[in-house]
């Protein structure tokens, strides 16, 4: 059935069109890609999809964080959803205390003696958005350190979810244009807009359904995975270069690790 004549996503989901890019590499999350790309296309909702997005051990702590904060049973309600993935009004209501707490339970030891550097994104505006976690936590994980600098960078800019403008359609690819992600020394940034090649289907399957030139949309490492409305692109932009600046306004900002 089109997307557009099922309505809106729930937000199981709209978790799995954002989960299933790096999924589908092995890099988080039960190894249960086709099963994800399968239910995102046909639209099915259901128990055993909630139960394996529960082992996305990166992204569901955020998920409950910002669940919890807003009183909200429900992690995988669609304003949590659209809050850790897109941006949304919920992040403004995450204190810098249960952020911080959140913080230091979930990645202290794990990070070792960088920890206070982290910290410090803490007071300085962090919220439990993809974003932030790209930028201000995975590049103290180590996991960049290998190659050169350009690779890391492709990586951090690939694991963000980042908008574009479709250009073009054909067949199971779109041309879309869109800002890369820039490392000036000292600095994360976005470039001019330019265009890429991203996949809208495999198999018959995808995640956003029909895409059309002019459509704006979100990507997720190769992939569409949804268009946006006009309050969906802007929050997008808005909560990402906050956590740009976040990021970048600390004493050793994060990316410096793996791109200094």
Do not use: K
């Not at 099915?44 to 569901?60: M, V, Y």
């Not at 990070?111 to 103290?140: C, K, M, Q």
Request: charged share 20%; net charge negative; with cysteine.
């Amino acid at each position: 059935m089109p997307d557009e004549e099922r309505g809106p996503a729930s937000g199981a989901l709209r978790f799995a069109r954002y989960a299933y890019p790096p999924n589908e590499l092995g890099y988080c999350g039960p190894d249960a890609s086709r099963q994800l790309l399968e239910q995102v296309s046909a639209g099915a909702d259901d128990p055993d999809l909630h139960r394996l997005l529960r082992g996305f051990e990166g992204a569901w702590p955020y998920l409950q964080l910002i669940a919890a904060t807003h009183g909200i049973g429900d992690p995988l309600d669609a304003r949590v959803v659209e809050a850790y993935w897109v941006g949304n009004e919920l992040l403004s209501g995450v204190g810098m205390r249960p952020m911080g707490d959140s913080l230091e339970s979930r990645f202290r030891d794990r990070v070792g003696r960088p920890w206070d550097r982290l910290a410090e994104t803490i007071p300085a505006g962090a919220v439990p958005h993809h974003s932030f976690h790209v930028f201000g936590i995975y590049p103290w994980f180590g996991l960049l350190r290998e190659g050169r600098v350009d690779e890391p960078l492709r990586v951090l800019d690939r694991c963000r979810v980042r908008w574009g403008r479709v250009v073009s359609v054909a067949g199971t690819q779109a041309i879309v244009l869109s800002r890369p992600l820039l490392w000036d020394g000292r600095a994360l940034s976005l470039g001019e807009p330019r265009e890429e090649v991203a996949v809208v289907g495999v198999d018959g399957l995808g995640l956003a359904g029909t895409v059309r030139p002019g459509d704006w949309c979100s990507l997720h490492w190769e992939w569409v995975c949804e268009r946006l409305t006009g309050p969906q692109l802007a929050a997008l932009r808005h909560w990402t270069l906050a956590q740009l600046d976040v990021v970048n306004g600390v004493s050793v900002p994060a990316p410096s690790a793996v791109l200094a």
